[in-house]
Structure formats: C-alpha cells, structure tokens
C-alpha cells in the first residue's frame, strides 16, 4: 500500500534488532524486547527517526508528496488507535 521497498523495511528491523529493541527467532518471527520502553529515551527516538526517514527516502524516490505521506501515516496512527 505505502509502496516501500524491501530493503528499506529490512534496514528498519535489522537497526531496531540492532538497537537491542527487537528479536528475531528463526522459524517463529520478530519480537519487541522490551514490553514498556520510555519514550524518553534518546535511542528509541532515534531508532523511530531512522525508521521515519527511511520511509520518507522513499517517498521522495519515487515522487510522492511528502505531504501525502505525512497523510497516509496520521491515516494509520488513527486507525490503529481505534483498536
């Protein structure tokens, strides 16, 4: 739907497995690590701002409005706070 490669996607998990914030189990899948983590803290922000830019690295690429992404992504925010 967002159109964003693979490798983008990838580069995402393997800075946030990195990061220490998720864990990947062969055969079962990837998990976050921590269950409660503060907003607060400097890595996780700056785990979430590569994570951003990623996704905005690719809109640019393929020509998209960043204003159209920044759309899709307060679309999502709002539906999955409706769950």
Do not use: C
């Amino acid at each position: 739907m967002l159109k964003v490669s693979r490798n983008t996607v990838s580069t995402a998990y393997n800075d946030l497995e990195h990061g220490g914030d998720l864990k990947a189990y062969q055969g079962k899948g990837t998990f976050v690590v921590k269950e409660a983590i503060s907003w607060k803290s400097q890595s996780f922000k700056n785990n979430i701002i590569k994570f951003v830019d990623l996704g905005i690295d690719e809109v640019l690429k393929i020509g998209m409005e960043p204003e159209e992404f920044l759309d899709i992504v307060n679309q999502r925010v709002h539906e999955k706070s409706m769950h």
